[in-house]
């Protein structure tokens, strides 16, 4: 019904900028918070950066001054610039959407399937 597709992962150096998408796609009225998170192997998964329907945006305090989201509602996409990356950066990043449906006010949560992020030489 509700699809996430991401992407923009890559190897990249240190001091390197990548920037990630993700694009929703399905029976979408709107996505009222999009969010992205970063897991490493063996940890838990890491809340990164949130950004609101009226784009209020918070930040993981590690990566404040580095990371931007963003967000496009004309096409249901976020976007995470990402610069002077450092290894510690290295992980899966997936986003998520808190959003409603056509015809149904609930609130719903979806997970993209990830992206690989790898800062290395």
């Known amino acids: 019904q509700v699809q996430l597709v991401e992407s923009g992962g890559d190897l990249v150096q240190p001091g390197g900028s990548l920037r990630l998408s993700c694009s929703a796609s399905g029976n979408i009225f709107r996505v009222n918070n999009w969010s992205w998170y970063r897991q490493v192997p063996g940890n838990e998964r890491e809340w990164v950066a949130s950004v609101t329907h009226a784009d209020s945006t918070n930040y993981l305090e590690s990566i404040k001054d580095r990371f931007t989201i963003s967000r496009d509602d004309a096409k249901n996409t976020v976007y995470l610039q990402m610069n002077n990356l450092k290894p510690e950066d290295t992980a899966t990043y997936y986003c998520?959407?808190?959003?409603?449906?056509?015809?149904?006010?609930?609130?719903?949560?979806?997970w993209g399937q990830g992206t690989q992020v790898t800062v290395g030489s």
């Open positions: 998520k959407a808190a959003l409603a449906l056509v015809r149904d006010w609930r609130e719903y949560f979806y």
